[in-house]
């Protein structure tokens, strides 16, 4: 159990082992610096489309600045989530086809990939780029397995987040400023926004009603209760988690009734903006998606944590990787080391929505929403979200997600906590 404890409780060590990334054939050389590299380097992603491809677009103008002998290939599957990308991926390492790097959320997800023995160790790279002086401690314990670093964090992310639209609210006689604290009082303001005929709360299908779920959970569990469900110290069929159940299921009754037809977040966030609906939980890539789209903070649009859980950072990052049999991995090295510059984030944020992990990145001017995301990472209990691959690894989440999606059709509780609890039995370590 104590691998997992290191990812999802942010109690590793940060002794870090300071040996070179790997050895032997197509591994990255130490001696040679990212400058000197050339050729084609190919970045596996799932930012197809929309305000992700923007972020991404923006990252790569500062890479091609930093390394003209480079040229980026561009690998992007779209998919939300990584959803769709994952599976391809996985079928190009299995067969021994990787790409120079590939986009993963840091924490759990990377677990199995390193049980394959299919990621170089990038301690080495971290103490030549002194990266651990420039990302938060809490940030590297969650990095951290086994004492090496296996990725490089282009952001921070935060999942329990509400999207409002302010003109329903107001119409409900609702103030925007004001949100509710707890969620009985904040499925009482769903019960107001009902009587006016519109959509409560907005979702789409598989992992959006995932991170629905686990901010449910955060909110009904508190920090410690959530993050226990993961290491062990939390009963699935214990009472707290059937009342959280129960919760989810009251929630889902809000949602708009095309929900599962609706096959990614954007969508759902969408009818927000068209006024339509007057909540959406989604992570703060919303942001950009209101910003691009030429919303108003205030104005069009609220935000706020998800009603009992202020006080509480639901964690993701999208990280990068080295691959073991990059085809150019000093290519990658120039990559991974634009991604973690103070350049290189504060170009991608800017765009994306989320706050950069290097600390030293100037952010004076993002948005007001980004702003208060840096300061509440900076001073808020941190836990690793469930639907982006902080808190477990792919394989556990991926059966936790099917039974989620199928408990959006029965709304059996008790067959929920029963999968559940034999989920995490299944996979705990």
Not at 104 to 128: R, V
Not at 284 to 304: H, I, L, N, R, V
Not at 368 to 396: N, T
């Amino acid at each position: 159990m104590q691998r997992r404890l290191s990812l999802l409780a942010g109690v590793a060590a940060l002794g870090l082992t300071l040996a070179a990334c790997g050895g032997g054939s197509g591994t990255p050389s130490d001696n040679n610096k990212p400058s000197d590299a050339t050729g084609k380097v190919g970045v596996f992603t799932w930012w197809a489309d929309g305000s992700e491809k923007a972020g991404l677009d923006a990252l790569v103008k500062v890479f091609n600045a930093d390394y003209p002998k480079l040229t980026f290939d561009n690998l992007a599957v779209a998919g939300g989530a990584g959803s769709q990308a994952k599976s391809v991926l996985a079928a190009q390492l299995k067969a021994g086809n990787p790409p120079d790097s590939f986009q993963a959320h840091a924490g759990a997800e990377l677990q199995d990939y390193i049980d394959a023995d299919q990621l170089e160790d990038l301690t080495g790279f971290y103490q030549a780029n002194d990266l651990t002086s420039q990302f938060p401690k809490d940030l590297i314990d969650r990095l951290t397995v086994d004492n090496k670093i296996y990725s490089v964090p282009s952001n921070i992310h935060r999942a329990n987040v509400v999207w409002a639209n302010v003109s329903i609210l107001k119409k409900a006689g609702l103030d925007p400023a004001k949100p509710a604290t707890t969620l009985d009082g904040w499925f009482a303001d769903m019960d107001k926004i009902k009587a006016t005929g519109k959509t409560p709360l907005a979702v789409a299908g598989s992992w959006t009603q995932v991170q629905l779920f686990e901010n449910i959970l955060l909110s009904s569990l508190g920090a410690d209760g959530y993050s226990g469900l993961w290491d062990g110290k939390t009963d699935w069929k214990g009472a707290e988690v059937t009342k959280a159940v129960n919760a989810y299921k009251k929630a889902l009754t809000y949602t708009n009734s095309d929900r599962d037809s609706l096959s990614d977040w954007a969508p759902a966030t969408q009818l927000i903006e068209d006024g339509a609906a007057a909540y959406n939980v989604m992570g703060d890539w919303a942001e950009a998606k209101f910003e691009q789209d030429g919303k108003k903070s205030g104005t069009d649009y609220a935000y706020f944590a998800t009603p009992g859980t202020q006080g509480v950072f639901d964690f993701l990052a999208d990280s990068f990787t080295l691959p073991k049999g990059a085809p150019n991995p000093d290519g990658a090295k120039a990559w991974l080391a634009t991604i973690g510059s103070a350049a290189g984030q504060a170009a991608f944020n800017k765009v994306k929505g989320s706050i950069p992990a290097n600390t030293t990145a100037k952010t004076d001017d993002f948005s007001d929403y980004q702003k208060s995301a840096i300061k509440d990472f900076s001073q808020d209990k941190i836990v690793s979200s469930l639907a982006h691959g902080a808190a477990v690894p792919v394989a556990w989440l991926n059966d936790l997600s099917t039974a989620v999606s199928k408990f959006g059709g029965d709304g059996n509780v008790e067959t929920l906590q029963t999968s559940a609890a034999a989920i995490a039995t299944k996979f705990a370590k």
